[in-house]
T-cell receptor, first 110, second 118 residues
Framework: NAGVTQTPKFRVLKTGQSMTLLCAQD?????MYWYRQDPGMGLRLIHY???????AKGEVPDGYNVSRLKKQNFLLGLESAAPSQTSVYFC?????????FGQGTRLTVV | AQSVTQLDSHVSVSEGTPVLLRCNYS??????LFWYVQHPNKGLQLLLK??????LVKGINGFEAEFKKSETSFHLTKPSAHMSDAAEYFC????????????????FGRGTSLIVHP
């Protein structure tokens, strides 16, 4: 029982490159979230999903896209990476009010 | 809209002395509240949660927190700090969000860095 798994764990991108972060859950939760963590800012919500086929914008959605084609997967895409997107990204699933987090992806854009 | 304010960005204590990390929240409904801990270069670990049961909540590693609705606070305490408690602590509020179509959206505070001196 893996819980919430994020792939990859580390990545370095050049400015302008694209990539997709994968979040996979085996908890059968409807809610899934993508956050970014920056020093002194806590975790800020990028996008979220309340079920398969649905997505919605969070607090800081610009420069990111998401898809939830299957209930167990939530993908976060960066179409043209910028240095301001250097961050640690956390995926989470939710049931009722509680969230369960993956281990994070450290992304550096140079 | 819900929000969380962690009143101290850094708290410094000596090993063996009490710990107090302060958190105030704002919520329009009946919130659930959580404390998470993050050790350097690690993920988030749930310390404890309040979900409308007992207002004094006990968590792991000797931590506890008290929900005070009248003060809109959820402060985290520990009687005696240990060196291994040095980490970043996040207070989180989660409630039904009208702006998100009634979805639950966990909202984080900015974090408090706990420093423990020998």
């Amino acid at each position: 029982n893996a819980g919430v798994t994020q792939t990859p764990k580390f990545r370095v991108l050049k400015t302008g490159q694209s990539m997709t972060l994968l979040c996979a859950q085996d908890m059968n939760h409807e809610y899934m979230y993508w956050y970014r963590q920056d020093p002194g800012m806590g975790l800020r919500l990028i996008h979220y999903s309340v079920g398969e086929g649905t997505t919605a914008k969070g607090e800081v959605p610009d420069g990111y896209n998401v898809s939830r084609l299957k209930k167990q997967n939530f993908l976060l895409g960066l179409e043209s990476a910028a240095p301001s997107q250097t961050s640690v990204y956390f995926c989470a699933t939710g049931v009722n009010t509680e969230a369960f987090f993956g281990q994070g992806t450290r992304l550096t854009v140079v | 809209a819900q929000s969380v304010t962690q009143l101290d960005s850094h708290v410094s204590v000596s090993e063996g002395t009490p710990v107090l990390l302060r958190c105030n929240y704002s919520s329009s409904y009946s919130p659930s509240l959580f404390w998470y801990v993050q050790h350097p270069n690690k993920g988030l670990q749930l310390l404890l949660k309040y979900t409308s049961a007992a207002t004094l909540v006990k968590g792991i590693n000797g931590f506890e927190a008290e929900f005070k609705k009248s003060e809109t606070s959820f402060h985290l305490t520990k009687p005696s700090a240990h060196m291994s408690d040095a980490a970043e602590y996040f207070c989180v509020v989660s409630d039904v969000s009208p702006t998100a179509g009634g979805s639950y959206i966990p909202t984080f505070g900015r974090g408090t860095s706990l420093i423990v001196h020998p």
